[in-house]
Structure formats: structure tokens, C-alpha cells
């Protein structure tokens, strides 16, 4: 299997799955000098950890990291770090029955028909437990990129019809949702609580605001920073679609009032609006990078649903075992880790944009 690499100065490999020994990544290119433990990362797993609340799965993991290389005397040494979460939690029986069929809204039937083979417990490799190697990654990143001043602000914007109406940075941590807005964590509860009761799942939105980010990341061509970012964000198995900015809003608008002005502030050049989200001509410009990713509901759910075998035999098929009912929230932190590791990485290939920052950074 190929492509489970990402970045290219900043690179990740991930490895593992759902119901194998263990998981986990590969960072290269990390520079020397960056203090880093297990604690570092261990704060980011948490926040994707199964097991948080009544509307996420049951399987009990307590996802501890061991960083195996790379690190030295609580520093980073310009080597590959390596990264493992052991897995605990395996029931692999859960998912006999559905050994030979497809589950509807899952990876069973293209990946059956690309590799000719399929680990049916719980996905293998197409399972969302695959991205506690992105999380561990991204929290790496995430610490390099604090020390450049660049910081991520990433929450549940809504869960299925519920949106949310004020961003309430503190109160992000108080729900089970991830929400900047109580009252609309409320509305979701109750709306998933309905879900439930139907045997079914809700989908939703996770909005990241990066601040800090300097103007000139991305190339204007197929190296294009919103690109990169909405490759990455859509490399999350449950994403359907990701907006930079107002997204889909500006084609519903002129382009007198979508574009942004400039002017000067403190001698700087700041816009006088944002309705780019931060990119322009898909480089950065400066100004709070804010992108949605609209991730669809769960697709295991134990209402019956039509499928078929391997064999081709038609089937009524009723999934078990521990499942999430809505994805979004513990997809929060797995939105901020992908969207540090493309920031990191364009950050350390803009180095060499100039002839004179690289005269510069090597003269005498």
C-alpha cells in the first residue's frame, strides 16, 4: 500500500490498524532543538480518545503514546521521531457478521476491490482509529509552530441541523461537543439523543481558525496553500467537503463585497475584511486562515440496510458493536492536527523562496 505519507520537508508517515497491535507515525524532518515529551502529545490524543462521553464509542482505549525515537534528554535531535499507541480495546468478533458484506457508506467494497482483500475488523487500515498517527504528528507540529507564534482555534461549528450562534472560545472544553456555545451544545444533545433512539447518526461541521500564520506560504500553482490544506482535510476518512473563507457563501455574492481591501495599520498591511479566509491567489496573506470541513454522519448505524456480499448476494445487513453516533466532535482535534502539519510543512518550504532571506540566514 502506498500514499501514507504526507508533507514534504515536514513528512508523516502513519501505520497501523483498528484491531492490529498497535498504531502509529513516522515524523521526519522535525529540527533539532524543539522540547518535546510524551505529555505534548498525549494532551491531543486525549482530545480524540474514545470513550468521552455517552455519544461516542465504548471501546475503552486509553491511546498512551511512547515516542521510541528522535527525542533526547526532553529535545528533538533532527531525527526521525517514531510514535506508538498500543491498541487495548480489540473485539474483533463484534464484527463477524459482516465479514463477507459490504457495509454501506464504508471502504469495505473499494478497498475488496482494489486490493482484493479487506481487514473487516472494524476497517483496518480505513478505520478512523487510523488517525491517532496523524494526531501524535500534528501535535508535534502544533508545538513548533506555538513557537513561531502561530496558533489554531478549532471547535464544532454544528451537528446536523444545529449551528452554532457565538464563539465562546472558553466553553469549548464544558460540552461533550466541542462547542463555543452552550446553548447550541444543548440543541445538539438533544438532537443526537433523538438520533439515537432512531438507531441512527448525525454528521456536522468543525470550523479552524489559524492565527499567526506570516503572508507567503503556498505557491500559486498546484503547490497552492488552500489546496494543500483542503487535500489534507479531505484526506479524513468521514470529510465530504472542506471551504476556505466564506466557501460556497461567496458564490452567492458580487464581487464588490467579496473582495478584500487593503490599507495600513501600525505601518503593517492588513485587509479591511476577510472573506478570502486568509488566502489569496492560494498564498497566504497574512491575515486568519479559517476553514470549515464538513465531515457526514457515522456510517455505522444498527438500523437494517440493503447490501451485498463478496459473492454477490443481495442482503439485509444490521451492523453492531461500538460505534460513534456523530463523528464531529472527536474529529476536532484530528482538523487542527492535519491542518498544523500542512502549515509546518509550507512554512519549511517557503525557506528557500528568496535569494535574500537565504543570504541572510548564511551570511558571515
Known amino acids: 500500500m502506498s500514499q501514507s505519507s504526507f508533507g514534504r520537508k515536514f513528512a508523516v508517515t502513519t501505520w497501523g490498524e483498528s484491531h492490529g497491535k498497535a498504531l502509529g507515525a513516522v515524523v521526519d524532518g522535525c529540527p533539532a532543538g524543539l522540547s518535546l515529551d510524551e505529555k505534548d ?47 487495548k ?24 476491490q482494489k ?21 501524535a504528528a500534528g501535535a508535534i507540529a502544533a508545538k513548533l509552530l506555538k513557537e513561531l507564534g502561530i496558533s489554531f482555534l478549532t471547535y464544532t461549528h454544528s451537528i446536523g441541523p444545529v449551528s452554532i450562534s457565538h464563539l465562546h472560545p472558553e466553553e ?22 433523538q438520533c439515537m433512539k432512531e438507531k441512527d447518526s448525525a454528521g456536522g461541521i468543525v470550523e479552524c481558525r489559524i492565527n499567526g500564520v506570516p503572508a507567503g506560504l503556498g505557491d500559486p500553482v498546484f503547490g497552492k496553500l488552500d489546496a494543500e490544506l483542503a487535500k489534507a482535510i479531505m484526506s479524513i ?14 458564490t452567492l455574492s458580487k464581487g464588490s463585497k467579496n473582495n478584500d481591501g487593503f490599507s495600513i495599520k501600525n505601518n503593517c498591511v492588513v485587509k479591511t475584511s476577510n472573506h478570502s479566509g486568509g ?78 532571506r537565504i543570504l541572510d540566514f548564511y551570511k558571515k
Open 172 to 193: 469549548i472544553p464544558n460540552n461533550d461537543f466541542y462547542m463555543p456555545d452552550a446553548s447550541a451544545a444543548d440543541k445538539a444533545g438533544e438532537y443526537l439523543n
Open 115 to 135: 486490493y482484493g482483500f479487506r481487514d473487516y475488523r472494524g476497517g483496518g487500515r480505513s478505520s478512523g482509529r487510523e488517525t491517532i498517527g496523524r494526531v
Open 41 to 87: 502529545i498525549q494532551i491531543f490524543l486525549n482530545r480524540r480518545r474514545p470513550g468521552q462521553s455517552r455519544y461516542t464509542t465504548a471501546r475503552q482505549e486509553g491511546d498512551q503514546v511512547e515516542i521510541l525515537s528522535g527525542v533526547f534528554e526532553g529535545k528533538t535531535t533532527g531525527c526521525p521521531i517514531s510514535l506508538i499507541v498500543r491498541n
Open 279 to 356: 488566502i489569496m491567489g492560494g498564498i497566504s496573506d497574512g491575515d486568519e486562515i479559517i476553514l470549515r470541513a464538513h465531515i457526514k454522519p457515522t456510517p455505522s448505524i444498527s438500523l437494517p440496510q440493503n447490501t451485498i456480499t463478496n459473492a454477490g448476494e443481495i442482503q439485509n445487513l444490521e451492523i453492531y458493536g461500538r460505534h460513534d453516533p456523530v463523528i464531529v466532535p472527536r474529529a476536532v482535534v484530528v482538523v487542527e492536527a492535519m491542518a498544523a502539519l500542512t502549515i509546518t510543512d509550507a512554512l519549511f518550504s517557503n525557506m528557500s523562496s528568496r535569494l535574500d
Open 89 to 112: 480495546d480489540q473485539r474483533s468478533g463484534d464484527y463477524g457478521n459482516i465479514a463477507f458484506s459490504y457495509r454501506p457508506g464504508h471502504a469495505d467494497y473499494t478497498f475488496d
Open 237 to 250: 476518512g468521514a470529510v465530504k467537503a472542506v471551504e476556505i473563507g466564506d466557501g460556497i457563501q461567496a
